[in-house]
């Protein structure tokens, strides 16, 4: 696309005044020297590198162009330590094999990630997802998301991702246990409690943990805090089971606090019907708002009455059911097959299930519905055309690195408890998380303004997380 162009070291190139003007957009031009914006020659690397990784790209393309400011304003010192290229690239990326055997004696084998992406400021943290779609470029755009998350939280955490392509649903307890404990048998080679911490994410519950905790103590021959999101009963944190759609609630009440709305009184359409949207809805209805729908992957619920959270738990958490037997026992709940939750008349939207799940389309409709903001409690459920299109069309809009923050930064607490052997009450682990999501907000909030991109959190949230990372990485050398 660039046919005269200059890469570093101030190459003087003549390229036509139409070239020049053409390149002018996107590019740097002085003193008769046309060189490419740092930040486009790495997206151009990137994109050469991991073409086959879409989801991975997006991530990357999203942080990228909102840290323009903050690299224009630095260009020569992070281009000559190659920042971005290293910040692009993950520090270590481990894939291996992980064999299985069904209730029937059949072997199966699975394949098991662990993406240590970032530890600039502390070891690498972040979940464990199983799921079928599950392959690299998911899990490094899970983990690239995670390192400016973590940041975000003001606590010393590091980004990473993991997971596998295993599927535990229609699972016996019996099959999770074999392929957890062989998912184990390789991942514990390369995690510990100041090495990489993980935790849970889609299709990694409580049960899973417990499995895999079990394999690494008998492994390793050491109880510490390894993994997070564990049982009560062996270190695990109070709220953590809470923390992410708490936390969501948290945030988004603090956003609409700023901008002249209050969350009480407002209706809300959350998407998923797992950890994330059960405890989005049920801070939600303390905070005396009203969220009317929930979907799952093969359909929704609208229940006008407001979700019974309780019901919702019993079929999701206890029966792990279809939505079906939801709308079953309310009087008035409609159940819809396929996806449809943004179509509902709300104040507030979460999208809570999974990435890009809220599309253009979507988004017009929520915004001609009269939507005042969407707040992702999902890593990445909002695409890029979405992002920009609620953005353009004055919807508040809060990106899951910054709104969805409250697990992991639960999680750090619980490492805190387990460095100390202690365990914290619930209320003092959800009053420090209350205090970091509305921290995180004003952090975005902040970090926005100063780059003179008011209100805009996605920026906000990128450039917060970025500058602590970028620094780190600079005080630590070329590594
Ligand atoms: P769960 O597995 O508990 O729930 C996921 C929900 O989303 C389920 O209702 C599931 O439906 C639905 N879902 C999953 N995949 C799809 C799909 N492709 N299409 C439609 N629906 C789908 O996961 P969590 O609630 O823990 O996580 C949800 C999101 O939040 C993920 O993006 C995760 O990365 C993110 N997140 C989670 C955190 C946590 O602490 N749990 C922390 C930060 C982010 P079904 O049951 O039918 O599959």
Redesign the pocket.
């Known amino acids: 696309m660039h046919a005269k162009r200059c890469y570093n070291r101030g190459v003087v190139e003549n390229g036509t005044a139409l070239e020049r003007r053409f390149c002018r957009r996107q590019e740097i031009f002085c003193k008769g020297v046309i060189q490419m914006a740092y930040v486009d020659e790495v997206l151009e690397q990137v994109r050469k590198k991991n073409a086959a990784e879409p989801e991975f790209l997006q991530a990357v393309d999203e942080v990228l162009n909102s840290l323009r400011p903050v690299i224009e304003a630095n260009e020569e010192k992070y281009r000559s330590q190659a920042l971005l290229e290293r910040l692009c690239e993950p520090e270590r990326q481990i894939k291996f094999r992980v064999p299985w055997i069904d209730d029937q004696g059949k072997v199966h084998v699975n394949i098991g990630y662990r993406v240590q992406f970032n530890s600039a400021i502390g070891p690498y943290k972040g ?1 464990l ?1 199983l ?1 079928p ?1 599950v392959n690299l470029g998911i899990i490094k755009f ?1 983990g690239f998301e995670q390192i400016f998350k973590n940041s975000l939280t003001g606590l010393p955490i590091g980004g990473g991702k993991g997971g596998s392509d295993f599927d535990p ?1 229609g699972k016996s307890d019996r099959e999770v246990m074999n392929f957890c404990q062989s998912f184990m048998t390789e991942l514990c080679k390369y995690i510990g409690a100041d090495a990489d911490v993980p935790a ?4 990694t ?1 409580a049960r899973e943990i417990g499995y895999m905790f079990g394999q690494y103590k008998r492994i390793r021959g050491v109880y510490e805090g390894v993994l997070t999101g564990k049982g009560l009963s062996y270190g695990g944190s109070l709220a953590r089971t809470e ?2 759609g708490y936390g969501l609630l948290y945030l988004t009440e603090e956003m609409l606090k700023c901008n002249g709305h209050e969350l009480e009184g407002k209706t809300i359409a959350v998407s ?6 059960i405890y989005a809805c049920e801070k939600a209805i303390q905070l005396g708002a009203k969220p009317v729908t929930v ?4 359909g929704w619920v609208y229940d006008p009455d407001g979700i019974d959270v309780n019901l919702l738990k019993e079929v999701k958490e206890v029966r792990r059911a279809r939505l079906t037997e939801y709308a079953r026992a309310r009087a008035n709940a409609q159940y819809h097959e396929g996806r449809g939750v943004w179509s509902v008349r709300c104040d507030i939207a979460l999208p ?4 890009n ?1 809220l599309l253009l389309d979507d988004a017009k409709m929520l915004a001609a519905n009269g939507c005042i903001a969407v707040a992702e ?3 990445m ?1 909002t695409t890029l055309e979405a992002t920009r299109y609620l953005q353009a069309n004055h919807v508040l809009f809060a990106p ?1 690195k910054a709104s ?1 923050a409250g ?2 930064a639960t999680s750090a607490l619980e490492m805190s408890q387990n460095s100390e052997r202690l365990s914290w009450s619930f209320e003092r682990v959800d009053s420090r998380l209350q205090n970091i999501m509305v921290n995180i907000f004003h952090n975005a909030d902040e970090a926005a303004r100063k780059y003179g991109l008011e209100g805009d959190y996605v920026a906000g949230a990128n450039i917060a997380g970025f500058e602590k990372v970028a620094d780190a990485m600079l005080a630590q050398g070329i590594c």
């Not at 979907?295 to 093969?298: A, I, K, R, V």
């Open positions: 979940g997802r799921h779609s899970l649903k849970g994410d889609i299709g519950g923390a992410t998923g019907a797992g950890n994330v949207a979907s799952d992957s093969t809570c299930a999974t990435q799940e409690g999902a890593n459920p899951g969805n697990g992991v």
